[in-house]
């Protein structure tokens, strides 16, 4: 009964920090701002570097069941 919570925390999080990867990517390879007005170098780290996060929250969460 108590891993439903935690089933589901972890699946946001690592479909959150996926699809924030991918189009961090995408931006990336098409040579378009992630963010407006932030260097792009940094504003593509910061993005990358929160979604791996979101990712290791998710592992994290699916891991205690």
């Known amino acids: 009964m108590e891993s439903g919570p935690a089933i589901f925390a972890g699946m946001v999080f690592a479909l959150f920090g996926a699809a924030l990867l991918v189009w961090t990517a995408v931006r990336v390879r098409h040579r ?11 504003s593509a780290a910061l993005t990358t570097l929160a979604a791996l996060l979101a990712l290791a929250a998710g592992t994290w969460c699916l891991t205690r069941l």
């Open 32 to 42: 378009e701002p992630v963010a407006h007005g932030v260097s792009p170098v940094a």
